[in-house]
């Protein structure tokens, strides 16, 4: 999967480790919970599509936060496309950095 950037759609919402066996797939307890994130922009590189016992289908992607310290497995219904604005504004701050250093 191409690297896609989410924000926060649900506090409700948290991560967790998976653990795949043949075709079974079983959860860890809560890692981190998205209420503890409010501003955090999220960068998802893998996908998952799970059947449950329900017969019904859910996505979920493996999400990290920019540092990398905070990551794992959340259902995709608790995210949104987009990024926050602290992370827009770092990004053209750095941007903007590295322009003026080429100029030089």
Request: no cysteine; hydrophobic share 30%; proline share 2%.
């Given at each position: 999967m191409t690297?896609?950037?989410?924000?926060?759609?649900?506090?409700?919402?948290?991560t967790y480790n998976l653990t795949v066996s043949g075709s079974s797939v079983t959860f860890s307890k809560k890692?981190?919970?998205?209420?503890?994130?409010?501003?955090?922009?999220w960068e998802a590189t893998k996908k998952m599509y799970l059947k449950k016992?329900?017969?019904?289908t859910y996505l979920y992607y493996y999400i990290s936060n920019k540092?990398?310290?905070?990551?794992?497995?959340?259902?995709h219904g608790y995210l949104k496309a987009g990024a926050t604005a602290?992370?827009?504004?770092?990004?053209?701050?750095?941007?903007?950095?590295e322009t003026l250093q080429l100029r030089w």
């Open positions: 690297a896609k950037t989410y924000v926060r759609k649900s506090t409700a919402g948290g890692t981190h919970s998205l209420a503890n994130y409010p501003k955090t922009t016992a329900n017969g019904v540092g990398n310290t905070v990551h794992g497995w959340i259902w602290t992370t827009v504004l770092g990004y053209a701050k750095k941007r903007t950095w």
